[in-house]
Structure formats: structure tokens, C-alpha cells
């Protein structure tokens, strides 16, 4: 068996979908970043642990968890609150809990936008360290998410796990990005100008995405050149009327991205 813990604020609506899709599992922690809604309700009913801490970012709430927080298995599967575990990548997972080798493993999410799985738009797999043994594992914050510190020993999962990216409708989503926008620009800046053209072209998802974000850092017109990219490079055609709207949707993000190293740039 193994553990999962959800990080969730405010997310009365998301959090029964995740809790549905873990009905097998026999450790559930929610670590609440202060909800006034009925998330932390929800929660208990459901009959997870709850715990408490104020958000500072992604890795400080994941090492947080991994530190404090008492679970009852070794191996922790870490999940948002949009997100859900799905059969085949629950019976993966106990598959590998012998790997005393490894610190943990990468998952690729299978990102959801508007009802339909859009591969080509978030270039599929995109491998994230989710699955990783407590407390010992460790993380690191890059822009406004997270990957796994130096020295840490991970394998791949051929399974992955829903991420409904648009549960809250176009709105939220761009507010939410909004606010994504200053850690990225502010993790730009801090790594500096240099770019490796050769990792664009990658033929592993994770080192390409993080070759383009450098390549968006030198170029002007950002906006338009994430949408070529996403869109007509990387297939998000493919995806159908989906694809369209969510690669217009990124170029907005890329918009925010761009105005916030312009007032970092200024602020110094």
C-alpha cells in the first residue's frame, strides 16, 4: 500500500473527483493552505487526515508533507486537487513499491482541457516526481511549480494521472496564471540568459519544455512564438478545437510572463 497527499485551498468543487478516484487507498492526508470553503468538510467526511499550513510555495508544502506529517505507508503519491489517480497507474504503483533502489518516480499528467485529453498542447509525457518515498525525498521550487532536488534517484512511470486543468472555467484559469507568472519570470531572471538551442529538440518532454522556457527568455513577441510553437511545432492541431483555444490560451500566459520581467527589471 501507499499513502497520497492532496494539497488543496478552497477547492470544494475539485476535491470530490480526486478523493472518488482513490477509493483504494487506505492513507489519504489533505494538506490545507487555509480553506473557507467546504474543502476541509468534504475532506474528513471522506475520511482523510487533515493538516494545516499557511502556503509559501509548491515545494515548501510537498517537503512539508514529506517532513512533519506521520503517513502510514513509505511510498506517498503526491496529487492537487484537480488531479486524479486512475486505475492503471494505482496498479503501477504498487507494482513498485519494492524499488528500494530509487528515491521515487516520474508521472506524466494527462492533461484535460475542456472534457477532452489534449497530449500535443502540453507535450505529453511531461514527467513530474510525484510518486517518491517518505520522509527522505525532496523538492525544489523552478517558476511556479516544482521537480525533484539534486542527487535524487528517479525512474519513470509509463501510467499517468488526470489533470482536469480547466475545472474552474477560463477565468480562474487565467487568474490562477496570472499569479504563476511572477514566479516564472522571477526564475528566469534568476538563472540568467544562457540557452542550450540543442535541448529544444530534445527527444525528452521535460528537457525540452525546460530548453523552451530559456528560449522564451531571449526572444521578443513571446506570445505569438508559444502559440507556433504549441500549435503548429508541436502538434496542439491535433487536438482538435480544444488545441486551438488552449495554445491561444498559453500565448496569453507567455503575455503575462513577458509583463512581469519587464516590472522585475525595472523594480532592480
Not at 497527499?5 to 489533505?30: F, K, M
Not at 525512474?155 to 490562477?176: C, M, P, Q, S, V
Not at 531572471?189 to 529544444?200: K, S
Not at 500566459?253 to 509583463?259: M, Q, S
Request: charged share 25%.
Amino acid at each position: 500500500m501507499y499513502s497520497v497527499v492532496i494539497l488543496t485551498l478552497n477547492e470544494e468543487r475539485a476535491l470530490p473527483g480526486c478523493l472518488s478516484s482513490l477509493a483504494g487507498c487506505s492513507d489519504i492526508v489533505v494538506l490545507d493552505s487555509g480553506s473557507t470553503d467546504r474543502t476541509v468538510e468534504l475532506a474528513k467526511a471522506a475520511g482523510a487526515r487533515v493538516f494545516f499550513r499557511p502556503f509559501d510555495d509548491f515545494a515548501g508544502q510537498r517537503n512539508y508533507a514529506q517532513r512533519v506529517i506521520g503517513f502510514r505507508h513509505p511510498w506517498v503519491f503526491h496529487l492537487d486537487a484537480d488531479e486524479r489517480m486512475t486505475p492503471e497507474l494505482d496498479a503501477e504503483c504498487r507494482r513498485s513499491l519494492s524499488r528500494n533502489d530509487l528515491d521515487g518516480f516520474r508521472v506524466a499528467p494527462r492533461m484535460v482541457f475542456e472534457g477532452r485529453w489534449i497530449p500535443h498542447c502540453t507535450d505529453y509525457p511531461a514527467f513530474q516526481a510525484r510518486f517518491v518515498r517518505a520522509p527522505g525525498f525532496e523538492f525544489i521550487q523552478v517558476g511556479h511549480g516544482q521537480r525533484e532536488a539534486l542527487g535524487m534517484r528517479l525512474e519513470n512511470l509509463r501510467e499517468g494521472y488526470i489533470h482536469d486543468t480547466f475545472i474552474y472555467g477560463r477565468d480562474a484559469w487565467l487568474e490562477k496564471h496570472r499569479a504563476y507568472a511572477r514566479s516564472e519570470a522571477m526564475g528566469l531572471l534568476e538563472e540568467g540568459n544562457a540557452v542550450r538551442w540543442g535541448l529544444l529538440f530534445s527527444t525528452n518532454p521535460l528537457v525540452r519544455r525546460r530548453a523552451l522556457k530559456r528560449v522564451s527568455f531571449i526572444l521578443p513577441w513571446r506570445p505569438a512564438l508559444r502559440f507556433v510553437y504549441q500549435y503548429f511545432l508541436r502538434g496542439g492541431f491535433l487536438d482538435g478545437k480544444q488545441g486551438l483555444r488552449y495554445c491561444l490560451l498559453l500565448s496569453r500566459y507567455e503575455g503575462f510572463i513577458a509583463d512581469e520581467i519587464t516590472k522585475l527589471r525595472r523594480e532592480t
